[in-house]
């Protein structure tokens, strides 16, 4: 079964719809990919995280080194949100399935200005508190893509399609 799911948020959409619940429900329904739903889940949430709290909302992740930074950053986060009056994200989950294997294509793209996806890639991984999530995608994904000056970021997840049961590959 391929299949093809697109939504948009727009300001109102992100203080108030949960996009994991329509993204689950699509894993949910596919046979294959059921068994995966919570890694698939980890992957879209990361992602949308990511767009919304760095790419809309503009926050500086560097506030997460400390546990005072660390509450600031989501006192920040939840001020925001609730000031937002533009922007969007939009979130695309695709299924192709082939002989014995299922990848899902996971793309989010933001209306943010993007960063230096290069240079954050290659950044010191002493801080504690920051740039987990992106890590655990790379680890659950086949591959990882940035593209649109950092605005928009495609993680495939591969499975076997057989059962469900096995990963296929990963990073």
């Not at 990919?33 to 949430?45: D, F, G, N, Y």
């Not at 986060?77 to 994200?89: C, F, M, N, S, Y």
């Not at 504690?128 to 649109?148: H, K, S, W």
């Amino acid at each position: 079964m391929n299949w093809c799911l697109s939504f948009v948020l727009d300001p109102d959409g992100m203080r108030s719809f949960d996009p994991m619940d329509l993204s689950g429900a699509a894993v949910a329904e596919c046979p294959d990919l059921s068994p995966h739903r919570t890694e698939l889940h980890t992957v879209v949430a990361e992602l949308y995280a990511n767009a919304l709290e760095y790419g809309v909302l503009g926050l500086d992740a560097g506030l997460k080194d400390s546990a005072a930074g660390f509450e600031e950053y989501y006192r920040r986060r939840q001020v925001r949100l609730a000031d937002l009056d533009e922007g969007w994200i939009r979130i695309e989950m695709e299924a192709r399935t082939a002989p014995g294997m299922v990848e899902t294509v996971v793309r989010v793209k933001d209306s943010g200005v993007g960063f230096d996806w290069q240079s954050a890639s290659r950044g010191p991984r002493e801080q504690a508190r920051r740039g987990r999530g992106i890590g655990l995608v790379r680890g659950l994904c086949e591959q990882v893509t940035y593209n649109d000056d950092g605005t928009e970021v495609e993680a495939v997840y591969r499975c076997s399609g057989a059962d469900g049961a096995e990963r296929a590959g990963g990073a």
